[in-house]
């Protein structure tokens, strides 16, 4: 005769769980990342080039905090999408 445990946890309901295979929309936008990447990247070197150059102190100084703010905010999209485009290809690997 077995043995049984009457302690044994029983399996529950099957949990929902979520596809790795990435949808249509999902591909399009793992393909686009590197170049928006690339993009934002360009404009943080051009951005830190101008405000690099002394003359804009001079000549514009209500443009340095426009651009200093704008280059705040591109380090966040600059991280945001390479998270993103990382869990897209992690998930479309395996």
Partial sequence: MPATCSGAARPGPPVAKRSDKLSFNEKRELESLPDRIAALEAEQVSIQTRLADPALYQNAPAEVASLSARLDALDGEI????????????????
């Fill in 79 to 94: 991280e945001a999408a390479m998270l993103r485009w990382e869990l897209l290809e992690t998930r479309s690997a395996g």
